[in-house]
Structure formats: C-alpha cells, structure tokens
C-alpha cells in the first residue's frame, strides 16, 4: 500500500496556498533572518522562543512559522562571521575563515552572496533527498520494535556527544544531564514520584519547551551580559558584486557543490549531529581536495562555498529521522518535535502514512523557505550589517520579556517561569565552564525513547539483555556506535602515549 497518494499532495497545495500559512512562512523568514545575523542568538533560541506561539496555530501554519526560522536562520549565521568574524551559529565557524577574509580584502558582499546561494543549492538538495527517503524508510521503519529504538536513540546520544566542541566527557556529560532532567515526573509504569522535590507541579515532569527556552534563548542571554561591548573592526569599501560572478563560481565548482551537499546530507540524517559537524567535514574534504593556486584560509570562495553548501543541507537530512524514526537529527529538530506534540501528532513511522498531507506541506515549505532566504539574502546584503549593531542593552531585555511571556503561555502556570530562569541558569554555567548544551537538549527529548523502549524491549524478551546483540539491525547501530567511539577517543589515546613516551627534561 502506498503511503502517498495524489489526493494528499493538491491537500498539501491547498494549506500551504492559505494566506495565513504563507505570512507565517515569511515573518518565520525575517525572524531566523534576524536572530541567526545576531551574534549570541541561533537558529535554535528562535524557535524555542516563538515555540509557544504555535498553541494557537494549525499544524500547517505552526510547522510554515518554523521552518521559516529553521533554514534561514542556518544560514544567517554566516553574516556575523563574514563581517564581524564572530560566527552567529556553530555551523558558520568554518565559513569565517575565508568569508572575513575576503571582508578584509573588500570582498565581503561576494562572500555574502556566495554564503546565500550555497545555502539555497544545500537547502534544495536535502529536500529532495527528504522527499525521496523518507517514504521508504517509514516503511521499513514500520517493522522496527522497541530494540532497534533502543539502539536508534543511544547512537544518537553517543554521536551528539562525541562531535561536541571540546572535551567529549563533558559532551556525555551533558547528555547525561538531560536525560536526568527527562526522569522527573511520575515513573510511566508504576506511577512512582521520582525527584519531585515536594513540587506537584513536577508530577508531569519537566515541559520540554521551557527546558529549551532556558537552555538556549534565556543561557545564551545571560552570557551576552558578560559582554561590555562590541567592538566592530573598520573593514575597507566593500566592492559591489554582480550574481552572475558567484553564480559562475558554483558552475565552476560543481563537483564540490555536490560533494558538500551529499556531505551535509548524509550528516544531518545521521542522529545527534548538525551543521556544525557538516561544515568542518565539507570544509576538511575541500582542504584535502586543493588544487594548486586554491588559497583555503586566504580569502577563497570555495571555502565558504563548501562550508555553507552542507550546513544548509543539514535542515533536510535532519528532517529524515524525525518523520520516520521520531529521533531529532540536530537540536532544531528537537525542537520541532515539541511543536508537532504541540498539535497531537507524534512523530514516528505512522506519521507519514497517518498525515500525508502534513508531510508534503512540510516539503513545500522547506522550498518556499529556500526560496524566501535566497531572495531576501541577496536583495538585502546592504542591510546585512544593520542587525549586528543591536545593542546588547536592548536585546538582552527583549528575550528576557519575550521568554517570560511565552513560558507563562504554554499552561497559564507561573511555575513554568521559574523553570526557564532554573534552565537558563542551568545552561549559563554548562557554557561557562565550556559543556555543549546540544547533548543535554538531545538528551532531554531522547531519555523518554531510551527508557520507555529499553524497559520495553527487556520486559517482551524476558529482561534477556543479549537481544540487543543478536537483531541485526540493533547489533549494526551498536557496532557503528562502538565504531564511532573507537575513531573520536584514538587522538585523546595517541596523544597520552606520546606524552608518556616523551624523553624527560
């Protein structure tokens, strides 16, 4: 049986024609525009912050909304990090390379533009690929039990963990204290209060949107406040470029065009990681890749082509494991799961068969999406340095205001303030002493799937632990998880015998 059918797609066509859904795709546009252009915000703080917005929306409309923010707002990033050398997302370190160097050089709108166009033919690319896997692995994923979920969701843990900015104990570390924070509440089999702290209105356990709010929009918030001020380099004339040279640019490098959009791809459906991981890969490629005269750190075009080809072609895979395996492939994602809960739809294998129409609104709204980043990055380059000169004094505020009112709206409940200021405390001190607030996210919407289905898969096999081990599909993701580990922990092991090896002084 067909999980499509043509009925479903003029369905498709005719919620995302509503003028209301069109709107909401265009403000969720300009917002991602703005938050991901602002140093100290993400893509990600934009969406846990308008998250509550969506209780008084449909699902076509809420879903327009963010994945608005969601592409642009992976490419604005790139902004700050051409201009200010300051990148505005994880995802648009490596772009900073060569895009501020070329700023330096009076190249900055060419780097611009070249960071808008890349972002589009990444953006494309995964789309299709959405619309090409994720049919068929609802499918296969239909037949899947509570083992391979198990396996599913570890590797996902282990992955955002091991691909963390720095130490990766601190990467499990995190994760560890997000799937902690996701065990509070009454215990779903024997209805046990667990770390209630004498507080019932923690018996539901902790709400998934202020957590996020905290984590990201409110910690992010509470660092910008250690900034006294920004203080912007004087960069030369930036010279005027036409779209046809960065046009030329991608037609004379289109193999590495299709190699980053494959690399971001392939990433972004691999749970747990990001644009963050997919950049420095495509870059690194593109490094190992140079041809003579390539000046990669100097003010070369195709770095940054490389770099934003695959951070944008991250928001489709992520997309994959979401709809099919309901396991978030980044820390946006995550969030959209709470959005999609939001309007009673559980994500998982039944979602593409159960809401067809849902899923190819969701396909023409990442296209439209792309389209609006396109259009509005390259008429608006101009006004690009405009949204880095907000002053802190004034933005700080704002998010603290807008947080507070959204965290109250999501149950009418005070409580749910004090939450985001105890997790914006919480992720203040985990950037502060450099602990990645991506694993405690994942960790936090992936305990549930590791607990529910770890209990279970032991309680249908006779608490038998060896079942893990003997489906294939479990045994094959533990293996690349062991794999993985093996790979991220051998520099941290060459490095150690090295050091002991050293002849004393």
């Given at each position: 049986?067909?999980?499509i059918?043509?009925?479903?797609?003029?369905?498709a066509?005719?919620?995302v024609?509503n003028?209301?859904?069109?709107l909401a795709?265009?403000?969720?546009?300009?917002?991602?525009?703005?938050?991901?252009?602002?140093?100290?915000?993400?893509?990600?703080?934009?969406?846990?912050l308008?998250?509550?917005?969506?209780?008084?929306?449909?699902p076509?409309?809420?879903?327009?909304l963010?994945?608005?923010?969601y592409?642009?707002?992976?490419?604005a990033?790139?902004?700050?990090?051409?201009?200010?050398?300051?990148p505005g997302a994880?995802?648009?370190?490596?772009?900073?390379?060569d895009?501020y160097?070329?700023a330096q050089?009076?190249?900055?709108?060419?780097?611009?533009?070249?960071?808008?166009?890349g972002?589009?033919?990444g953006?494309?690319?995964?789309?299709?690929?959405l619309?090409?896997?994720?049919?068929?692995?609802?499918?296969v994923?239909?037949?899947f039990?509570?083992?391979?979920y198990?396996a599913?969701?570890?590797?996902?843990?282990?992955c955002?963990?091991?691909?963390?900015?720095?130490?990766?104990?601190?990467?499990i570390?995190a994760?560890?204290?997000g799937?902690l924070?996701?065990?509070?509440?009454?215990?779903?089999?024997?209805?046990?209060g667990?770390?209630l702290?004498?507080?019932?209105n923690?018996?539901?356990g902790?709400p998934?949107?202020?957590?996020?709010i905290?984590?990201?929009?409110?910690?992010?918030?509470?660092?910008q406040t250690?900034?006294?001020?920004?203080?912007?380099?004087?960069?030369p004339?930036?010279?005027?470029?036409?779209?046809?040279?960065?046009?030329?640019?991608?037609?004379?490098?289109k193999?590495?065009?299709f190699?980053?959009?494959?690399i971001?791809a392939?990433?972004?459906?691999?749970?747990?990681?990001?644009?963050?991981?997919?950049?420095w890969?495509s870059?690194?490629d593109?490094l190992?890749?140079?041809?003579?005269?390539?000046?990669?750190?100097?003010?070369?075009p195709?770095?940054?082509i490389?770099?934003?080809?695959?951070?944008?072609a991250?928001?489709?895979?992520?997309?994959v494991?979401?709809?099919?395996?309901?396991?978030?492939?980044d820390?946006?994602?995550?969030?959209?799961?709470?959005?999609?809960?939001?309007?009673?739809?559980?994500?998982?294998p039944?979602?593409i068969?159960n809401n067809?129409?849902?899923?190819f609104?969701?396909?023409?709204?990442?296209?439209?999406?792309n389209?609006?980043?396109?259009v509005?990055?390259?008429s608006?380059?101009?006004?690009?340095?405009?949204?880095?000169?907000?002053p802190?004094?004034i933005?700080?505020?704002?998010?603290?205001?807008?947080?507070g009112?959204?965290?109250?709206?999501?149950?009418?409940?005070?409580?749910?303030?004090?939450?985001?200021?105890i997790f914006g405390?919480?992720?203040?001190?985990?950037?502060?002493?450099?602990?990645?607030?991506?694993?405690?996210?994942?960790?936090?919407?992936?305990?549930?799937?590791?607990?529910?289905?770890?209990?279970?898969?032991?309680?249908?096999?006779?608490m038998?632990?060896t079942?893990?081990?003997?489906?294939?599909?479990s045994?094959?993701?533990?293996?690349?998880?062991?794999l993985?580990?093996?790979?991220?922990?051998?520099?941290?092991?060459?490095?150690?015998v090295e050091?002991?090896?050293k002849p004393?002084?």
């Amino acid at each position: 049986m067909d999980l499509i059918a043509f009925g479903d797609v003029g369905g498709a066509i005719q919620a995302v024609a509503n003028p209301w859904v069109l709107l909401a795709v265009t403000a969720g546009a300009v917002i991602g525009m703005i938050f991901g252009a602002a140093p100290g915000l993400t893509a990600t703080s934009a969406i846990a912050l308008f998250l509550p917005l969506t209780y008084v929306m449909g699902p076509t409309t809420s879903m327009a909304l963010l994945l608005g923010i969601y592409c642009s707002g992976y490419f604005a990033g790139s902004i700050p990090a051409i201009l200010l050398n300051t990148p505005g997302a994880p995802g648009s370190a490596a772009t900073a390379l060569d895009g501020y160097t070329m700023a330096q050089q009076g190249q900055g709108d060419r780097a611009i533009a070249t960071a808008v166009v890349g972002s589009f033919v990444g953006g494309i690319f995964s789309l299709l690929l959405l619309a090409l896997v994720a049919p068929t692995l609802a499918r296969v994923a239909l037949s899947f039990t509570s083992v391979e979920y198990f396996a599913f969701a570890f590797v996902g843990i282990v992955c955002v963990a091991g691909i963390s900015r720095g130490s990766m104990t601190k990467g499990i570390a995190a994760a560890f204290i997000g799937i902690l924070v996701s065990t509070i509440g009454l215990d779903p089999v024997s209805g046990v209060g667990r770390f209630l702290m004498g507080q019932p209105n923690l018996m539901a356990g902790i709400p998934t949107t202020a957590a996020l709010i905290g984590l990201f929009a409110i910690g992010q918030m509470l660092l910008q406040t250690r900034k006294r001020d920004m203080t912007l380099e004087i960069l030369p004339v930036q010279e005027r470029t036409s779209n046809r040279v960065v046009l030329l640019d991608y037609w004379r490098n289109k193999w590495l065009v299709f190699k980053s959009a494959c690399i971001g791809a392939l990433i972004g459906i691999l749970p747990g990681t990001g644009p963050s991981i997919a950049s420095w890969v495509s870059y690194g490629d593109a490094l190992r890749t140079a041809k003579k005269g390539d000046k990669y750190g100097k003010g070369e075009p195709k770095g940054i082509i490389a770099c934003e080809v695959s951070n944008n072609a991250v928001t489709g895979g992520a997309l994959v494991p979401l709809l099919t395996l309901g396991i978030p492939g980044d820390p946006v994602t995550a969030v959209l799961i709470g959005a999609l809960m939001i309007q009673g739809i559980q994500t998982g294998p039944f979602l593409i068969p159960n809401n067809p129409s849902l899923f190819f609104s969701i396909l023409l709204l990442l296209f439209i999406s792309n389209c609006l980043m396109l259009v509005m990055g390259l008429s608006g380059r101009k006004l690009a340095a405009k949204v880095l000169q907000i002053p802190i004094g004034i933005m700080v505020p704002s998010i603290f205001i807008v947080a507070g009112a959204g965290a109250f709206s999501l149950a009418s409940n005070p409580f749910d303030v004090k939450l985001i200021l105890i997790f914006g405390l919480i992720g203040y001190l985990m950037n502060r002493f450099k602990f990645p607030t991506s694993p405690a996210v994942l960790g936090i919407v992936l305990g549930p799937i590791l607990e529910q289905n770890l209990r279970n898969a032991l309680t249908a096999n006779n608490m038998d632990f060896t079942v893990f081990f003997t489906r294939p599909i479990s045994a094959a993701s533990l293996a690349i998880t062991a794999l993985l580990l093996y790979v991220w922990l051998k520099p941290n092991r060459d490095a150690d015998v090295e050091e002991a090896t050293k002849p004393a002084k």
